[in-house]
């Protein structure tokens, strides 16, 4: 058999990894660009977290449960995994586990129902952690005004230097007689009898194979808007997120520290990537195009974070890096995952910044289907050909994007005046999101609240 990567992110690379141990005589060929361009994983922390990343409200969401329980399905395989690919590469990949969770009032109390509701979680789970005093946390050094008032660790929920983890998986991929790297964009796969009979690069080369993976993270639309397929697919938009990475010398974490989620994205936290470096993240901005750089507010607003909320001593530190990564973020938010109507086609991508963490068993998933082993797990939510999901209610939604809107304004420095202003920006952002609900048809259905902008913009439609 020969197969067909399209795309070198964590998705592609785990599962040509994954292949290779379950038959060596399938011919693999990974499409992509050596220099990772956009690469989602690359621009991550990379943290194995689940419950951390839990909302109030998530455990009571069906679907939300059902992302969250397979997120934390994820977890525990890691330890196992980064050890192997640790010695068949010959290379070192900085990796720890133990994430601290702190509660501090740098935004409003959306912050504090969500520390909340990952206690909750834990609880309900029988999940190990600790309440911890803050003030133990090695090199937790923040501002009077952005110390935390509560904090608690999750022993199981670590962290890994993406970098180095790519590395590792491309220098064993690199052993591989079975598999060849073709430096270059896929442009688009060309459909004929119910199968890709090849695909595209920008050169005009043309790539055959038995079967196809279609893994380009957030340039999946760009490559089937091109393509000549009649099959239909969720449209995937680039999830811009921005993440510094800072020479902290002797300041440098012993572990992952974190915020709960706020403001649409996953909150501010703070991962040691090496003994002397650590990196800040993260930035989150969806968006129909892909952006070379980091805006500026996004840089400041982390550098900001990060010396006020992590420590103050990062005044001193020196940026070694502003990395951009495009995380794949489906017009759902769901992930897209497994076989599709057409015969040899499968698709992995739409995991938003769930991609590395959750790589592991997509990965396995991807390579039972491949390899017609019966599933390992069911995805059937996940699957690519499908109508938009429709998750949340309409006044979920509302109130979900008032909330966090407004939590997104306390993290750039909005201080409101003393008097009516809160409850009056409430009504005005209440009102605002239940027009653009009326003016797309959402009557009976929420749209989820990091992509009201592509709905407003009409980037995204009802009928989808």
């Known amino acids: 058999m020969d197969l067909i990567i399209i795309g070198n992110g964590i998705l592609a690379l785990s599962t040509a990894y994954k292949i290779t141990k379950a038959d060596p005589n399938i011919n693999i060929k990974i499409i ?23 909302d109030a409200g998530t455990i009571n969401n069906a679907t939300e449960l059902k992302k969250f329980e397979f997120n934390k399905a994820s977890t525990p395989l890691w330890k196992d995994l980064l050890s192997e690919l640790s010695e068949e590469s010959g290379l ?118 038995d079967n196809f993976l279609l ?116 017009a759902d938010t769901l992930p897209m995952i497994g076989k599709t109507s057409v015969s040899n086609l499968f698709v992995a991508t739409g995991t938003k910044r769930d991609g590395l963490h959750c790589s592991p068993i997509i990965s396995d998933y991807i390579t039972a289907a491949i390899t017609g082993k019966p599933d390992t797990i069911n995805l059937d939510l996940y699957k690519p050909e499908r109508k938009l999901v429709r998750f949340y209610t309409r006044e979920e939604a509302i109130d979900i994007s008032v909330n966090h809107t407004l939590n997104a304004a306390y993290q750039h420095d909005f201080v409101p005046s003393k ?13 605002q999101v239940t027009e653009l609900h009326n003016q797309v048809g959402a009557n009976d259905w929420g749209i989820p609240p990091e992509l009201l902008s592509m709905y407003k913009y009409g980037h995204i439609t009802a009928d989808m």
């Open 92 to 209: 070192e990949i900085n990796r720890g586990f133990g994430t601290f969770v702190i509660n501090n009032h740098a935004s409003d109390e959306l912050e504090d129902r969500n520390f909340d509701a990952i206690i909750a979680a834990l609880k309900q789970y029988k999940e190990p952690y600790d309440i911890i005093n803050v003030k133990e946390i090695y090199n937790y050094k923040p501002s009077s005004a952005g110390r935390a008032a509560r904090g608690m660790y999750i022993p199981s929920e670590g962290w890994v230097n993406p970098i180095q983890l790519i590395q590792a998986y491309i220098a064993i991929l690199k052993t591989k007689q079975q598999v060849t790297f073709i430096d270059s964009y896929c442009k688009s796969i060309y459909f004929e009898n119910n199968e890709i009979k090849y695909a595209e690069l920008e050169s005009g080369e043309k790539i055959s194979g």
């Open 215 to 330: 893994s380009p993270g957030a340039a999946f639309t760009k490559i089937i808007s091109n393509s000549n397929l009649t099959t239909t697919f969720p449209k995937v938009f680039y999830g811009i997120g921005c993440s510094l990475l800072l020479d902290t010398k002797s300041e440098t974490l012993q572990n992952c520290i974190r915020t709960p989620n706020r403001g649409l994205a996953c909150g501010v936290y703070s991962a040691p990537q090496s003994p002397t470096q650590t990196l800040i993240g993260a930035s989150n901005l969806i968006s129909p195009e892909p952006a070379d750089y980091g805006r500026v507010t996004s840089v400041y607003t982390l550098l900001k974070s990060a010396m006020e909320q992590i420590n103050t001593n990062y005044y001193a530190a020196t940026i070694v890096k502003i990395n951009i990564g495009w995380r794949p973020t489906s």
């Open 419 to 431: 008097d009516r202003m809160i409850d009056e920006l409430k009504l005005h952002f209440r009102n």
């Open 32 to 54: 992509g660009p050596a220099d990772q361009k956009g690469c989602a994983s690359l621009a991550a922390a990379a943290m194995f977290n689940s419950f951390a990343e839990i």
